[in-house]
């Protein structure tokens, strides 16, 4: 293999590896050398700065889709809370509080695999009102959308659509069976056709091989995603992933070293199960990590905001 500093100056150049040569790359640097190349990348496309976002679970449970790893499935006996879609007021609460905090982007985030045309109708209103009350970037996660709720959204004020992919193409049918990998990139274009950034990630940990880690980001690449929400699996009593083994922190630190590699430009950000990789959260901030879900995650409780803006500082970085 050739130097670092090589590799470092290739991608610089444009030079982005296929699935043969990163699995070379993976295989051939020694942890520490991938860690600084990530880091390096990190600092050259998104500089010192971590971009914090935050979500609210803005409808609870009842899910008809069958994700393995997912508490609000109908297929899974949980104890999350259920209820519907949540008011304007509430969600203008939670924007503003976020808000004040420095937090730059909030998003809705609905459980179930799509919205009705009434729901839809709802979710716009509340867009438009936090737009126009609230200093803060707007973001929505709100399943299988069609072309024209995605442009109805679009108008509303939302500026990045989210939509996981999730795990590699080859192991997505291993963990959900009721909707498939080419219904969520059809849904990311259309997105895309309506003029708003991707974000797009998934989950590390259900399963899959290290090689379908490499997989998994070199098919993030290819939507094109402008923010990539790392989450580890936080395995929960009563899914059909409960009692996984967590992955060893080497194996994590190497997945999230490859992502950044693979999507230099990208925002790589730390999303749910932060509480099963604390140990190596600063190690993963100096190996590519350059971004954040911060507060409360869904159904899993996250950090503190004022506490993990304090690891930010400590860690040399810039708000």
């Not at 991938?34 to 609210?56: E, F, N, P």
């Not at 950044?260 to 790589?268: G, K, T």
Request: hydrophobic share 35%; glycine share 8%; proline share 4%.
């Amino acid at each position: 293999m050739e130097s670092v500093s090589g590799l470092e100056k290739k991608i610089e150049e444009g030079y982005r590896p296929d699935y043969d040569e990163a699995l070379s790359l993976m295989r051939s640097l020694s942890l520490e050398d991938l860690c600084a190349l990530a880091h390096t990348l990190r600092l050259r496309y998104q500089g010192k700065r971590v971009d914090m976002c935050s979500i609210m679970n803005a409808r609870s449970g009842k899910c008809g889709e069958d994700c393995k790893w997912c508490s609000q499935s109908r297929f899974h006996h949980t104890d999350i809370e259920v209820y519907p879609l949540v008011d304007a007021e509430a969600a203008l609460r939670e924007a503003v509080h976020n808000a004040s905090k420095g937090v730059s982007r909030f998003s809705l985030v609905t459980s179930g695999r799509t919205l009705s045309p009434a729901d839809t109708e709802r979710i716009c209103a509340i867009y438009r009102r936090i737009g126009s009350e609230c200093p803060i970037k707007l973001c929505a996660s709100l399943g299988l959308l069609n072309r024209e709720q995605l442009f109805q959204l679009k108008e509303s004020g939302v500026t990045r659509y989210h939509c996981n992919l999730e795990t590699a193409p080859s192991y997505f049918p291993q963990v959900c069976t009721t909707h498939t990998i080419e219904e969520k990139l059809q849904t990311i274009e259309w997105a895309r056709e309506a003029g708003l950034e991707i974000c797009s990630g998934g989950i590390i940990g259900m399963g899959e091989s290290e090689e379908q880690r490499v997989e998994f980001a070199l098919a993030i690449r290819q939507t094109g995603a402008v923010s990539i929400p790392v989450n580890i699996l936080n395995p929960i009593p009563g899914t059909r992933l409960a009692g996984t083994p967590p992955l060893k922190d080497e194996e994590v630190i190497r997945a999230v070293a490859m992502i950044r590699i693979l999507n230099p430009e990208a925002s790589v950000r730390l999303a749910g199960g932060r509480s099963r990789i604390k140990a190596v959260e600063p190690e993963l901030f100096r190996c590519g990590i350059s971004g954040s879900i911060v507060g409360d995650l869904l159904t899993t409780t996250g950090s503190d905001i004022d506490t993990d803006k304090a690891m930010f500082l400590r860690l040399g970085f810039e708000l």
